[in-house]
């Protein structure tokens, strides 16, 4: 039975997938098959209260607020004397600019807690830099968009609140979970890249550093940045706002910024609020979507199938988890981040939630902990080919004339810095659990 379901959910799901239906709508109407085939049960006469539940969650209300803060922030321009500050800064360092590119991205992504809108943000305001000859197109562009993959990693992150949504995990904690491993990965990918400019100086010109007085006056251009970061995570370190509230007070802070810097303007707000309707409706769905699947599936058995399936083959739990980590990144090749979460973690979950109930001392599978290493997993799938989103973004916005596989070759080296990383995780779990327990303990 459980094989003859499985089957049936994986075909009938490849089957929408390749007739590029919307995904939402993928997965509630898989759901409703699979509940009419299997159930003798009016399972569909839940569909009501299930809808009902996360559109009017709490915490779903963050993503929107965090969408809007980071659009706003977009069309302010403060990304862009950003940019120009830290390079200041960043210049000294084998590679030049290509620093700027990870500490922008690592910064933004801070604050907007999307990889798209930050690949797509600091891509577009760093690629005219790099116009002049010198630099080594492949890995300026690979750097971009390895870059932008930092959005949903640093918090505050939206696939980290879906995460939280669908596993039932603290969005706290996973915030704080992921301030060390975020900044840990982007370190590596400037190790990387300092690495690769020593070894062949042709990779990046020496840039001509600023003076000091520059370089200060500059900071007051970083400042706005800091002050939202901590705005958003210092009112909940302090226990002052719940992550949604907090999600607010960005938005307010934002506009403020806005005010400050005389970009607040009926046109900017208009599209900051299109983007951010039009793009919260579409997680809301996809959200959904996922809720439906979800009762479907656990109300079939198969979560728990699974489960008891996987324990009965007598893998160690280690080797288990590394079997799921080969299959995350062989589906991050044909699947985009969201669509592998809500697709994915219903099944995937109860298996880690097992892992973590008979192996207390492998803190890996701490939820939080194995949070943190399914979005880095994720993450790599914005760069792996032929689905990877940030590859196409960046892409798209450059302005040379050049072959896709120039950003694919140049994301490879990074795409390995995310596999070390997800290493680190597996070995020091501790990384990603010992800013949240101190904070929340």
């Known amino acids: 039975m459980t094989g003859v379901l499985l089957g049936t959910t994986f075909s009938i799901l490849l089957l929408f997938l390749g007739a590029a239906v919307y995904i939402g709508a993928t997965l509630g109407s898989l759901g409703l098959i699979l509940g009419f085939i299997f159930s003798d049960r009016p399972l569909y006469m839940a ?4 809808a009902w539940t996360p559109s009017t969650s709490f915490v779903l209300v963050a993503v929107p607020l965090f969408i809007l803060m980071g659009e706003i922030l977009l069309r302010s321009g403060i990304t862009d004397r950003l940019y ?36 797509a943000t600091i891509g577009t305001v760093a690629l005219p830099a790099f116009e002049r ?7 300026v562009l690979g ?39 975020g900044f840990m990965l982007a370190g590596i990918f400037m190790l990387f890249i300092a690495a690769a400019a020593g070894v062949n100086p042709g990779v990046a010109p020496k840039e001509v550093l600023p003076s000091m007085r520059e370089r200060i006056k500059g900071l007051s251009n970083i400042l706005p940045m800091v002050f939202l970061i901590l705005l958003v995570m210092g009112s909940i370190y302090l226990g002052w706002a ?13 506009l403020v910024l806005a005010i400050v810097f005389r970009r607040l303007n009926f046109k900017m707000l208009s599209e900051s609020t299109e983007s951010t309707a039009r793009t919260g409706a579409m997680v809301t769905f996809i959200v959904i979507g996922a809720f439906l699947f979800n009762f479907f599936i656990t109300a079939l058995g198969l979560p728990r199938a699974i489960t008891s ?23 991050g090749m044909f ?55 940030n590859l196409y973004v960046i892409q798209g916005i450059r302005k040379t004339v050049g072959p896709m596989t120039d950003v694919i070759v140049g ?31």
């Open 47 to 50: 569909i009501g209260d299930l």
């Open 84 to 119: 120009t500050s830290l390079g200041g800064w960043l210049n000294f360092l084998p590679g030049g600019l290509m620093h700027t590119n990870i500490a922008s991205c690592s910064v933004f992504a801070a604050v907007s807690g999307s990889s798209v809108a930050t690949a």
């Open 133 to 139: 000859a010198g630099y080594n197109e492949r890995l």
């Open 143 to 181: 750097s971009l968009a390895a870059g932008g993959t930092l959005g949903i990693l640093i918090p505050p992150s939206i696939n980290m609140i879906i995460y939280g949504l669908l596993t039932d995990t603290s969005i706290g904690r996973l915030f704080f979970g992921g301030f060390i491993p």
């Open 242 to 254: 719940t992550p949604t509230e907090a999600a607010a007070l960005g938005v307010v802070g934002s």
């Open 309 to 331: 399936a996987i324990t009965e083959l007598g893998i160690p739990p280690l080797a288990t988890l590394g079997l799921l980590i080969i299959f995350y990144l062989v589906l």
């Open 335 to 389: 699947m985009e981040t969201l669509s592998i979460m809500v697709t994915t973690l219903p099944v995937t979950f109860p298996v880690i939630h097992h892992l973590a109930m008979e192996n207390p001392e492998i803190r890996v599978f701490d939820p939080v902990a194995y949070g943190i290493l399914f979005v880095i997993l994720i993450e790599s799938a914005l760069i792996t080919p032929p689905v990877g989103v």
């Open 411 to 441: 994301a490879v080296p990074f795409f390995i810095c995310m596999i070390i990383m997800m290493g680190i995780i597996v070995a020091f779990p501790d990384l990603a659990l010992w800013l949240p327990n101190m904070v929340f303990d």
